[in-house]
């Protein structure tokens, strides 16, 4: 029909989806949204060696909010490619929910454990993103 009018270039059709989105979007940041995130990890690739003369002992260490998984007990040895197969739940609330901070860490019972990488995911940027 726009085609028929010689509008079709001006992309009203993507205009009006972005439009229905921020109308919305805003019914949505009024609201309070009770949700559970489950967050799974199944391996990772190539860790950095914080050992001298082998490979990292790696565990994962995850925060959202007050509620914490350390698995430090669980410390893989010697391995840059450590499969974890594990997930991790937390109550979270939009909006206004604690970011996810996700810290891969290098088991040494010498002289402490040291960071490998870490990541921090903003929950409510995914929350609320049309694209997720």
């Not at 205009?15 to 009770?34: G, I």
Request: aromatic share 16%.
């Amino acid at each position: 029909m726009m085609e028929k009018i010689g509008v079709s270039h001006l992309n009203l059709g993507g205009y009006l989806v972005q439009a229905a989105y921020e109308a919305d979007l805003s019914k949505m940041m009024l609201a309070k949204t009770k949700c559970m995130l489950r967050v799974y990890f199944i391996e990772g690739f190539d860790f950095s060696q914080r050992d001298i003369g082998s490979f990292s002992d790696p565990y994962l260490n995850i925060t959202c909010g007050k509620k914490v998984y350390n698995e430090q007990k669980n410390y893989q040895l010697d391995e840059p490619n450590p499969k974890f197969f594990k997930y991790f739940d937390f109550d979270v609330e939009f909006p206004g929910a604690p970011p996810l901070v996700i810290q891969a860490f290098d088991y040494d019972d010498l002289f402490g454990d040291d960071l490998i990488g870490e990541t921090i995911v903003d929950l409510d940027d995914r929350f609320f993103s049309s694209e997720w």
